[in-house]
């Protein structure tokens, strides 16, 4: 019951902080046989990766990932994989000066009152480093789904910056390779390129929210209470650094419907039951129905500002802080491939439970 | 790994079917020692009982939960506490005619192709009854809580029926016991009664959204990555049937807000810290603040409704649809002490988790 | 982490005492479509019944089990299977004369040092009677086992009571259901029923080992740390009441080997891999071989017996204590069943660990 | 439910195979604000590693312990403490020659059976390397422990080599550092010496028993049913590679014994209870007494051999193998500290898991 851990059968460690010498995920439970090696896991970190555009912090990790077990001739053992990414640029005298102030907002308070530690070299663990390692361990994730599930497409774009939501009209799912916030919107793209500038120079920044879908879903993954498929997805996308909210289907939304509107009728397809609509974002009762899983969750604003704001020191003295550091104006843009990863793990966690207990999809429509 | 259980020092296990003989709770980890009555549980279970008004199903069932173990002369002795609620009106011929159709926004389809299994006595174990357990349970940790945390007050309500919100200007606690809306605000309450009164006549039925806020929570309750506290309210909230959105503090409307707005500025109190707000609901990098923990989810429409629906049964016809039994107009009302008994759960399976590993809470300031 | 719970997939959580209403298991994880009567798992429960012989306590007990959850026409649906045991033959005055005395080699003094909780009425939590519930839960894992391991046979038996171990050049497994000690050699069932009456007369009682074989187990069960199927059965074997050692195949005896001793060679058959000996116990680096597995362990005797012994009670005094009760003169006998339930538990748990994680018998040889 | 986890509050995951880059361990749930330095885990590592004498293998291994997480300042801060070992001395062409075959009473063919994968690099993940990381995380909880029992002492030490038993007459604590086998009785320490220089060079191996004691234990540590602190000593114990057995306290003696004999009777000393005997091994019903904790476990002789046997390889032909490579002629001697190292995480985790549940020892006597 480890608090650093998720997942059932798939499960994922992570450890290591933004300023140690290293973090890294311990990923337990994979399939054995799988092909894997190092650039495969390598493409999604260089997606998450800070400095490759000005709209994401310029600290420079080169983020290249090893892995230390699990693997013997380029293909997974069935044991622990072990994946350490080394931390490289960490000039930690950037948060000298506020070595003992509590950053509004951000979790450097909670921590000191826990635990009693004040690890001022940018929040420790409770850095978005952290999110590094469940990038790293849901590239193993999506290597196993691509032998188990070869039409699975799991995908995460930005739908929403700031008060700036897209325009569904415009939805083009080639276009998030396009522009610097992944999404789908090229419209929202040139107006978020704007509004985001100002931000950043005004030392402001701002929230978002992200959406991930996942096209190919088997019906029957899931279970019915505790360990729902929505559930667990929104267990996954919660546990992201600054996430606020997560919304499954309709979600927040489902408030607003009547049953009529919310039920999606059921038609028989050639290839099985299809529905009217997916107001339930692929999941009925905690069980994948085969439509696509959509999950969308908000990340806050980048607590660490240039903007002076009230706050206290450990002496309990009330003074100001600002923080200087190297931070990202809207840190929604790298939660995307962080939200896939998760998605990606929660996924594989779901079919190999489903296997295990069920052996295979059993009931039969038509 | 059971996906019925839940909880990590505090567990709770449920099970049983809508239409079975019973339904209930196994509970491990509760401390020991703790005065431990039938009636203290029983208090919550009438809350959610349904049948009290028009607004609830016209279901009856006595929902009388027995102890069947882990008390002893009146106290809890740190062995598990097995609860069982019998089914007493089961009526199960309401659901006869519909017994190879698939209810459209019901999980009757998922679970078929899942388990090749069609409970068709109302959904069996997806029913909102296995909520009654969920009720029972949260009590136990509320008499544990009360020893614990003296001052906790967790306290659920309804702040949005359909797309009527409430105005937060009216929100007064002593409110929400006066009205069958579990709402703080007595104009909204009056508006829903028509509102809902006429949905229900025409066979329909609408979703909600549920507020639940614990106040005296001390802070340093949590943990910094999967196990955060407001991970867990979620994961707990996000399990409750037909809930598609989960929310903690500023919630999905975080998205909107820059950092300069987001971040709660702390000051310095006799007491300790206090801030200047609550965006984060209480809860700063998945630890808690000492401020109110705040959450909202929101709950679907019941999907068992008297309006005709498409959908298609076992053999793969296509077919209409119409859910006669005895439903919930807005399942969104029984839901404020399920929301409540969860909340309670996560709570205290944190206090513990903390005693144990920090012992106590360590960081001072001032 | 419920500490009254074991297994990963097929998880069981028992609860209940040996005085309260009723005690019982929580199983969770069940394949679904499994054919499941109560008769199934009554035949195991009465082979562990109480009052069956002389050599058994007197107590009188129906054991009558009832399924509350998770059969639905017959057959698992997969959700929660709730078992409960009624108690009748309570007959708490037997025990109010050692209120407060702790019984030595009970557990009396170490649940109120812990619990601070003193449950005279025959020990609660601790009494043998909670064997009842692992017993039925075993029921539940042999019908899964029966549809997914047909040829699989578990069979227990006694081969030493006292310092008197059985001939094994006797061993006939015809035997074993034809004498009140389930052992295996009858010469050694004649001269048991001798030796036992006479301690039973003399309020005296007396420790045995249990051997438990499993017949038809595959290769490829297991795991290579700390989820070893050898690991595995041991904990589940130590976990019962009054279990001091576990031993797997050469078991202690192994460090009396040599290394070319104990290298059981291995064969090619036309059935695959057979080997010249079975030191191993059926298990090599916590995998299973496809030879029987072979597990042992030490049942101490019954610390409750009419000898006078010296203890003391709560406030303290040092005393005298007779424990009068109706208890077994070996408690080994009724471990037997208790014994083969939990290997049925811990095969299945494995083969459904097997099949989630690899899917299928990888490793072709030949 | 990884398998490669132990632990319930304390977890610790091991990771690495013998010939990969790196070995370690994941340990979480460590209280914060211990102090930690790689010297007080490398000093447990130095007493397993190997190559110190002519009685372990001469593989020459640094073993040298890095902390890569989890610690700041010198001090732990309740987050993951990921620990690595690097391989420096890897030598895999020693074992190319064995690369298709399958070494008799190794994992070898288990591991093909079940995962598909032959790692010929000295057993990969089931290679006694795996036990340095177990060591280096039982280090990690000894200084938890000095902390919150400071008068607790684990001591590990070999009581029987092949059919030769220590003189208990001859125990001296003082002389287990005395000699290379970790031993208290000086006389066996002699004879062994003689005895395995002989095997050692005839290229055989013998099994042996280590003893593990911690005294020191306050009373009520553990649980009842299936987290019972011997039931985890046990399956910390039966985890170790090539362990085939193990007792608590009279262990499988205990069959031997009447209930007379058994029954430790109970007296009241100024310090609380005190017991005529310790047949129980310090454990009660699960839960600790006070007295000593004693276990056994039996460490089956190394199986790679110079010894020619009868096994087969991958093609299914029938053939002769030797194990060059280099081995323990004794391998139960590294046991040692790894025993130590698995009692102590077990203490660890069940103080923490006492002190979350019930907060403090609550049952008072006199």
Chains 1, 2, 3, 4 share one sequence.
Not at 135 to 153: H, I, K, N
Not at 279 to 296: A, E, P, Y
Request: glycine share 12%.
């Amino acid at each position: 019951m480890s608090t650093n851990s998720f997942g059932r059968m798939f499960t994922v460690t992570t450890w290591g902080e933004s300023h140690g010498p290293a973090l890294g995920a311990t990923v337990d439970g994979c399939p054995p046989n799988i092909a894997l090696e190092p650039e495969m896991l390598q493409q999604w970190l260089d997606k998450r990766k800070p400095g490759q555009n000005k709209y994401t912090t310029q600290r420079q990790e080169a983020d290249a990932v090893e892995i230390l077990s699990g693997v013997f001739e380029g293909r997974t053992t069935g044991m622990p994989i072990q994946l350490m990414i080394r931390n490289t640029d960490q000039r930690s005298k950037d948060y000298s000066d506020i070595m003992d102030k509590f950053r509004p907002g951000h979790a450097d308070i909670t921590y000191w009152q826990k635990y009693g530690i004040r690890d001022y070299r940018g929040g420790g663990r409770s850095s978005a480093r952290e999110t590094a390692a469940r990038v790293a361990a849901g590239g193993v994730a999506r290597e196993a789904l691509r032998s188990l599930l070869p039409d699975l497409r799991i995908t995460g774009y930005m739908v929403q910056m700031g008060d700036r939501a897209i325009d569904r009209s415009n939805f083009d799912y080639n276009q998030i390779e396009q522009n610097p916030f992944w999404t789908p919107d090229a419209q929202a793209a040139a107006d978020w390129a704007d509004y985001l500038d100002r931000l950043r120079k005004s030392g402001n920044s701002v929230g978002a929210i992200i959406e991930v879908t996942a096209r190919g879903v088997p019906s029957g993954l899931g279970a019915p209470v505790y360990g729902k498929l929505d559930t667990d997805i929104a267990t996954a996308m919660m546990s992201i650094n600054a996430v606020k909210g997560v919304e499954i289907g309709a979600g927040m939304g489902a408030a607003t419907l009547t049953g009529e509107q919310n039920a999606d009728e059921i038609y028989m397809s050639d290839k099985g039951p299809v529905y009217s609509s997916n107001h339930s974002g692929g999941v009925l009762g905690g069980i994948s129905t085969g439509q696509d899983v959509v999950c969308r969750f908000a990340v806050k604003p980048t607590s660490s500002i240039l903007k002076s704001r009230k706050t206290i020191d450990k002496a309990g003295n009330e003074t100001e802080i600002i923080t200087k550091g190297r931070h990202d104006p809207c840190v929604g843009i790298r939660a995307v491939p962080v939200g896939e990863a998760m998605m990606a793990c929660v996924l594989l966690d779901h079919v190999l439970l489903h296997r295990g207990q069920v052996g295979e999809n059993q009931g039969r429509i038509g």
